[in-house]
Antibody, heavy 121, light 107 residues
Framework: DVQLVESGGGLVQPGGSLRLSCPAS????????MSWVRQAPGKGLEWVST????????WYSDSAEGRFTISRDNSKNTLYLQMKSLRVEDTAVYYC??????????????WGQGSLVTVSS | EIVMTQSPATLSVSPGERATLSCRAS??????LAWYQQKPGQAPRLLIF???FRATGIPDRFSGTESGTEFTLTISSLQSEDFAVYYC?????????FGGGTKVEIK
């Protein structure tokens, strides 16, 4: 079974930084693109970023571009999201999700349970 | 950016009845459309990809159709476990975008 377990969330002040991790198991990690999707409290889903299976391709939403960095360590089967210059509006549950293919963005086949990031003073 | 618009925002349905959810794309996404189900406190779950292919383990009471830029998710006979929020998502182009969701509630 595919398992994705996000960690690293918590309370951070505006302007602060945080790094989310998502160790994966149950599939050939390097063979699939991986994404981060967030959900603000009581709101809908918002795509944040995607990285290709090799790590050579990355894509970001406008709100994440320049502040967030997606990366992966295929030797550790782990996905990361480094977030800096955090804003109150970044408060959300952050999900990591497995794509259906190795390159680009497609349907998100498996999701972790999410990690809550709260940005507040 | 491709905007995905879902309607209605809330759908009240009795168990055993049919539910029809709509999703409209602001431009063609050529079948690059997925549907997800999300229950309170849980992560989303993939139901449909490629506009009409059911994901692994999804019962056949869930079906998807496409007509140009209009997509429909139909639940043929609602079961108690189907009351949830449903989202559509396009993956033709960056940024990947989701609709605002349709909440299916018990009538």
């Amino acid at each position: 079974d595919v398992q994705l377990v996000e960690s690293g969330g918590g309370l951070v002040q505006p302007g602060g930084s945080l790094r989310l991790s998502c160790p994966a198991s149950g599939f050939s990690f390097s063979s699939y693109s991986m994404s981060w999707v967030r959900q603000a409290p009581g709101k809908g889903l918002e795509w944040v970023s995607t990285i290709s299976g090799s790590g050579g391709g990355t894509w970001y939403s406008d709100s994440a571009e320049g502040r967030f960095t997606i990366s992966r360590d295929n030797s550790k089967n782990t996905l990361y999201l480094q977030m800096k210059s955090l804003r109150v509006e970044d408060t959300a549950v952050y999900y990591c999700a497995k794509d259906s293919q190795a390159i680009g963005g497609h349907e998100l086949v498996s999701w972790g349970q999410g990690s809550l990031v709260t940005v507040s003073s | 950016e491709i905007v995905m618009t879902q309607s209605p925002a809330t759908l009240s349905v009795s168990p055993g009845e049919r539910a029809t959810l709509s999703c409209r794309a602001s431009q063609s996404v050529t079948s690059n459309l997925a549907w997800y189900q999300q229950k309170p406190g849980q992560a989303p779950r993939l139901l449909i990809f490629g506009a009409y292919f059911r994901a692994t383990g999804i019962p056949d009471r869930f079906s998807g159709t496409e007509s140009g830029t209009e997509f429909t998710l139909t639940i043929s006979s609602l079961q108690s476990e189907d009351f949830a929020v449903y989202y559509c998502q396009q993956y033709l182009d960056w940024p990947l975008t989701f609709g605002g969701g349709t909440k299916v509630e018990i009538k």
